[in-house]
């Protein structure tokens, strides 16, 4: 047995840096990552279109299902259910999926399936025919939510195998806050070198050991060293003059890629060469410079009312919270979280609860649009909010219900503050890393065309390839499609496309909940990244 299709993903990975790594630079030696740049040369590759809101918790959910958010359900890192004067928020995870991904698509069709570190496997289904190891989870969660049972314990066995550096190391990357001392940010790009060659370990001791038919791995790292250290990967500035601790940050980070590189081609050689390889990243990734406090405008313009914050311990931990603090009573629309880039309207379902009338939604939700079109800049006269998009428009499906009311894009593409701070858009004490929407797609292998850029592919279509890639159909109710001009003739000629049945009912998995303390954890680490605050 051997693996017939690998699937290596990077987070939040993106051509503005990776095509400047992938040649060499001048007074180089030679390239950062020469064999990526093999990979450009030798197979295809396009940009790729995220979700509507390019986060994580979407984009992966829709990469794994071939669907867009309006089926999948998953729109953010937590989701928040309103119950007449309250809100509860609550953590995403696997069980919220309403789809079926493709580890259990092609499981069931007689596919062996590894999937290492991707977000919102946990609890994996307890019938897949392969292998889970899942992202996104603190470290205790590890054993327990990794398919099959004994495999852990056969981890264990891997020379300098660790758990702790495997999963998030949330007491280590809490530290990391807003804004970091020098000292703080080097240790925070040292801290990812040897997590991702834990995971790089995993993956080649799955390959070798069990030659899934499907072995695909998340290298995460690029997207946690983007945030905190865009400034020194950033193409547009002129690093050579930005003084001694700007360029040994810029060498560090470029050390993390040299690594990634290494990686990907011991995976991809040991692979084989009768092996297709694709890439996949959930998003791309720009600077971002300025902050705009969405609820403090939404305030001014009377739809979200916040709570006077006491001023006594309780008071305290309130200004800790990851959440608004909201007068639910008076509030109609207002922001949930920085990472969801939308605005939820509270419309009042049944007799007694606040919120508005449901008759008065569309005119409310017109005025809404034109108060967040009139918030500009006032020395340039350009809007902040370049985008605003009713839901039915981006998150058509049985799921739409779930989404934000209106889905907004910044003009930097940042995400919103929901804090009570003015001023309203305020310049960034310095350039972070956000999210773009435009990410990578590559592959690379026999039937794979050979220097080819295509036009731009939506993150739906990977789904559909992959399942293409193992000889098996592809879904008639995705939202995906193989792109033909990937393939070479002579491979579509031997391997036509099929459209199949439709998926299979989401399989729901009972499994213990996360304690408090761990949900603590992961919505630090989450607003280390900027997501929460």
Same mark, same amino acid.
Request: aromatic content about 10%; proline content about 7%.
């Given at each position: 047995?051997?693996?017939?299709?690998?699937?290596?993903?990077?987070?939040?990975?993106? !051509?503005?840096?990776?095509?400047?790594?992938?040649?060499?630079?001048p007074g180089a030696d030679g390239p950062v990552m020469p064999f990526l740049g093999k990979i450009f040369a030798?197979?295809?590759?396009?940009?790729?279109?995220?979700?509507?809101?390019?986060?994580?918790?979407?984009?992966?959910?829709?990469?794994?299902?071939?669907?867009?958010?309006?089926?999948?359900?998953?729109?953010?890192?937590?989701?928040?259910?309103?119950?007449?004067?309250?809100?509860?928020?609550?953590?995403?995870?696997?069980?919220?999926? @309403?789809?079926?991904?493709?580890? %259990?698509?092609?499981?069931?069709?007689?596919?062996?399936?590894?999937?290492?570190?991707?977000?919102?496997?946990?609890?994996?289904?307890? /019938?897949?025919?392969?292998?889970?190891?899942?992202?996104?989870?603190?470290?205790?969660?590890?054993?327990?939510?990794?398919?099959?049972?004994?495999?852990?314990?056969?981890?264990?066995?891997?020379?300098?195998?660790?758990? %702790?550096?495997?999963?998030? /190391?949330?007491?280590?990357?809490?530290?990391?806050?807003?804004?970091?001392?020098?000292?703080?940010?080097?240790?925070?790009?040292?801290?990812?070198?040897?997590?991702?060659?834990?995971?790089?370990?995993?993956?080649?001791? +799955?390959? $070798?050991?069990?030659?899934?038919?499907?072995?695909?791995?998340? !290298?995460?790292?690029? /997207?946690?060293?983007?945030?905190?250290?865009?400034?020194?990967?950033?193409?547009?500035?002129?690093?050579?003059?930005?003084?001694?601790?700007?360029? &040994?940050? &810029?060498?560090? $980070?470029?050390?993390?890629?040299?690594?990634?590189?290494?990686?990907?081609? @011991?995976?991809?050689?040991?692979?084989?060469?009768?092996?297709?390889?694709?890439?996949? %990243?959930?998003?791309?990734?720009?600077?971002?410079?300025?902050?705009?406090?969405?609820?403090?405008?939404?305030?001014?313009?009377?739809?979200?009312?916040?709570?006077?914050?006491?001023? /006594?311990?309780?008071?305290?931990?309130?200004?800790? %919270?990851?959440?608004?603090?909201?007068?639910?009573?008076?509030?109609?629309?207002?922001?949930?979280?920085? $990472?969801?880039?939308?605005?939820?309207?509270?419309?009042?379902?049944?007799?007694?609860?606040?919120?508005?009338?449901?008759?008065?939604?569309?005119?409310?939700?017109?005025?809404?649009?034109?108060?967040?079109?009139?918030?500009?800049?006032?020395?340039?006269?350009?809007?902040?909010?370049?985008?605003?998009?009713? &839901?039915?428009?981006?998150?058509?499906?049985?799921?739409?219900?779930?989404?934000?009311?209106?889905?907004?894009?910044?003009?930097?593409?940042?995400?919103?503050?929901?804090?009570?701070?003015?001023?309203?858009?305020?310049?960034?004490?310095? +350039?972070?890393?956000?999210?773009?929407?435009?990410?990578?797609?590559?592959?690379?292998?026999?039937?794979?065309?050979?220097?080819?850029?295509?036009?731009?592919?939506?993150?739906?279509?990977?789904?559909?390839?992959?399942?293409?890639?193992?000889?098996?159909?592809?879904?008639?109710?995705?939202?995906?499609?193989?792109?033909?001009?990937?393939?070479?003739?002579?491979?579509?000629?031997?391997?036509?496309?099929?459209?199949g049945a439709p998926t299979a009912t989401s399989d729901k998995v009972d499994m213990e909940a996360m304690d408090?303390?761990?949900?603590?954890?992961?919505?630090?680490?989450?607003?280390?990244?900027?997501?929460?605050?």
């Amino acid at each position: 047995m051997t693996v017939r299709t690998l699937f290596i993903g990077m987070d939040g990975a993106t !051509f503005t840096v990776l095509n400047e790594l992938t040649v060499a630079q001048p007074g180089a030696d030679g390239p950062v990552m020469p064999f990526l740049g093999k990979i450009f040369a030798e197979g295809t590759r396009a940009k790729l279109r995220s979700t509507p809101n390019p986060l994580t918790p979407p984009a992966w959910v829709s990469l794994m299902t071939g669907r867009g958010p309006g089926h999948h359900g998953v729109y953010d890192f937590v989701r928040a259910e309103e119950r007449g004067d309250k809100v509860f928020m609550t953590l995403y995870d696997a069980r919220d999926c @309403r789809v079926e991904t493709i580890w %259990s698509i092609a499981s069931r069709q007689g596919k062996r399936v590894a999937a290492l570190n991707f977000p919102f496997t946990a609890p994996p289904p307890k /019938d897949l025919n392969g292998f889970i190891v899942p992202g996104f989870v603190p470290w205790r969660h590890l054993r327990r939510n990794t398919h099959p049972v004994d495999l852990y314990d056969r981890l264990k066995t891997i020379p300098d195998f660790n758990a %702790s550096e495997l999963a998030w /190391d949330f007491d280590q990357e809490q530290q990391a806050g807003n804004e970091l001392s020098d000292n703080d940010r080097e240790n925070w790009v040292r801290y990812h070198l040897p997590r991702e060659m834990q995971w790089f370990r995993v993956a080649e001791y +799955i390959m $070798s050991e069990e030659s899934p038919d499907l072995m695909a791995v998340l !290298f995460d790292g690029v /997207d946690k060293l983007q945030h905190q250290a865009w400034q020194y990967l950033d193409p547009s500035v002129p690093h050579a003059e930005m003084g001694e601790f700007h360029m &040994r940050m &810029r060498k560090l $980070s470029l050390s993390y890629f040299g690594q990634l590189d290494s990686f990907i081609e @011991r995976l991809v050689t040991a692979a084989g060469p009768d092996v297709q390889v694709f890439f996949a %990243s959930d998003h791309g990734f720009t600077a971002s410079d300025e902050i705009v406090r969405i609820n403090a405008y939404l305030a001014e313009k009377g739809y979200v009312h916040f709570k006077p914050i006491p001023d /006594d311990e309780q008071g305290a931990n309130i200004t800790k %919270s990851y959440f608004a603090y909201l007068d639910w009573t008076k509030t109609t629309a207002y922001c949930r979280t920085p $990472s969801c880039n939308g605005i939820t309207i509270r419309v009042a379902r049944n007799p007694g609860e606040t919120g508005i009338d449901p008759k008065d939604y569309e005119k409310v939700r017109a005025q809404l649009i034109r108060d967040l079109e009139e918030l500009k800049d006032p020395q340039t006269g350009e809007r902040i909010i370049t985008e605003i998009h009713k &839901r039915e428009d981006v998150f058509p499906g049985s799921a739409m219900g779930d989404a934000p009311d209106l889905q907004l894009v910044l003009r930097d593409f940042g995400f919103v503050s929901v804090r009570n701070i003015l001023p309203i858009v305020q310049k960034r004490n310095y +350039i972070v890393g956000t999210h773009h929407p435009d990410g990578v797609f590559l592959a690379y292998g026999p039937g794979i065309e050979k220097g080819k850029l295509l036009g731009r592919r939506h993150i739906t279509d990977v789904a559909s390839t992959l399942l293409y890639s193992l000889g098996l159909p592809v879904p008639s109710d995705f939202e995906g499609v193989v792109p033909p001009n990937m393939f070479t003739a002579e491979r579509k000629a031997t391997h036509p496309i099929h459209i199949g049945a439709p998926t299979a009912t989401s399989d729901k998995v009972d499994m213990e909940a996360m304690d408090e303390d761990e949900k603590k954890q992961i919505l630090e680490q989450l607003q280390m990244l900027g997501y929460m605050e």
